[in-house]
């Protein structure tokens, strides 16, 4: 069989039957292959979160002695640092990870997720290198370790910060965080009012602005918490520590039972701690945390017998 166009040109039905099977094939090859790519890249990418998530275990305190963490990851990374206040006693702390390949980023929905880590960030973190620093967060008993995650690629200057704070990021030497000499295309950090600032700290009132919004902290954990995570994962996070603050309480009411029952004097009213942290729905109320953690903490150190 033989077809034939208007202007004459002639060919076969086996050519075009060739033709036509020849370029489904190729389609179905470029489709499979580009499938394959596909799921490659997700697994890659939940295998990537993953290993994140593991990378952060021996974070514990690393603040305190002055460690500083660098997570390398061969090719361009997106972190998205997920939070679930919601799901079982603690909430939960989401990673998802995204990697660049043939100049495409891998689709997941694939999180991962874990009970014990507090990560404070932006929403979304890019690069081939990140830099974490942690700290503990006490209310008075040690809460949790709060850990700030960056890339390399983002630089903050802390324009006259008080000297405990400027020591503090000094002895750490993470390099994306200057003291001084900023850069431009730093983001400022202002301890003073300016009108050239990217966010500004009031350690009076206990209030970070950035972005048109206040985010209410005590203490320096939560600050740097308040500094470098975006405003709906810093109030996330504060209600998950409330809920573990919440756990940690009941535990040390229970001990406190066992002590006295040992005969063992100690007078510690941790009763009223545990209900503020059960009610607390936003940063604004952590002051009045910080107030009752306070007293408590007193109450400890003249026990006889100290809970923590």
């Not at 200057?178 to 003073?192: A, G, L, P, R, Y």
């Not at 500004?200 to 308040?226: C, Q, S, T």
Request: net charge negative.
């Amino acid at each position: 069989m033989v077809l034939k166009n208007k202007r004459g040109f002639q060919i076969s039905f086996s050519w075009f039957f060739a033709i036509v099977v020849g370029g489904s094939i190729l389609f179905l090859a470029i489709y499979g292959a580009t499938k394959v790519i596909d799921t490659g890249g997700e697994t890659t990418s939940a295998k990537a979160g993953k290993e994140i998530g593991v990378l952060l275990n021996p974070l514990e305190s690393g603040f305190e002695s002055g460690q500083v963490t660098k997570i390398s990851m061969p090719v361009e990374t997106r972190i998205y640092n997920l939070c679930d206040d919601i799901t079982g006693n603690f909430g939960k702390q989401l990673i998802r990870a995204s990697q660049k390949s043939f100049g495409r980023w891998s689709q997941t929905d694939i999180d991962v997720g874990f009970q014990n880590k507090y990560i404070f960030s932006n929403e979304t973190v890019e690069g081939k290198n990140f830099l974490i620093f942690s700290k503990p967060l006490e209310l008075p008993f040690k809460v949790a370790d709060l850990i700030y995650l960056t890339s390399s690629k983002e630089s903050y200057c802390f324009d006259k910060a008080p000297e405990d704070i400027k020591k503090e990021l000094e002895d750490l030497a993470q390099s994306n965080i200057q003291t001084e000499s900023c850069s431009q295309e730093s983001v400022k950090v202002c301890f003073s009012p300016g009108n050239d600032c990217d966010i500004n700290v009031n350690l009076v009132r206990g209030e970070v602005k950035k972005d048109g919004e206040i985010l209410y902290f005590d203490g320096h954990a939560l600050m740097y918490g308040a500094i470098f995570a975006d405003s709906e994962g810093y109030e996330c996070q504060v209600k998950r520590l409330m809920k573990r603050a919440v756990e940690l309480s009941t535990i040390y009411i229970e001990k406190s039972n066992i002590v006295a029952a040992e005969g063992c004097s100690q007078d510690i009213n941790l009763f009223s701690l545990r209900s503020i942290a059960e009610s607390m729905r936003t940063s604004e109320g952590l002051s009045e945390i910080a107030r009752e953690a306070n007293r408590v903490d007193k109450e400890n150190e003249r026990a006889g017998c100290m809970l923590w």
